[in-house]
């Protein structure tokens, strides 16, 4: 962990390159230095179908979700997540100046008790270190 997963609305793909998106928060989540760099996980879905206030069908959105474990303090968390809003939405001021648009991001943490994982990026990204 972390997971973030970012859904979107699909009038967005004209307006916006998702894969940049996700490299946008992968790199502010590495910047925020509490993040493990093999755990890191941005994924972007597609809403094809979606109804936004008043049905417009200019109006967009993109909604992020972060998955994380437990043991980070609020204060790191709050710290955390407004660093990488902060470089999400500035990354989206051209849609906000050229659109309505609406973002958000919430903060999830996952119970250890009901979380498995397997995963050997890590020891990878060890191995890479050492043998430069």
């Known amino acids: 962990m972390p997971h973030f997963t970012i859904e979107y609305s ?72 407004e660093h990488v809003f902060q470089a999400l939405s500035k990354h989206l001021d051209p849609v906000f100046a050229a659109s309505k648009f609406a973002l958000s991001f919430d903060m999830q943490i996952n119970d250890k008790e009901t979380s498995w994982k397997r995963n050997n990026i890590h020891d990878a990204l060890k191995a890479e270190a050492a043998h430069g």
């Open 10 to 81: 699909a009038n967005l793909d004209s307006r916006l390159d998702m894969k940049l998106v996700c490299e946008v928060v992968r790199k502010a989540a590495v910047e925020t230095g509490i993040f493990p760099l093999g755990g890191i996980r941005v994924r972007a879905v597609r809403c094809e179908h979606y109804a936004i206030a008043d049905a417009r069908q200019d109006y967009g959105f993109l909604d992020m979700v972060l998955r994380i474990g437990e043991g980070r303090d609020l204060p790191t968390r709050q710290k955390a997540g």
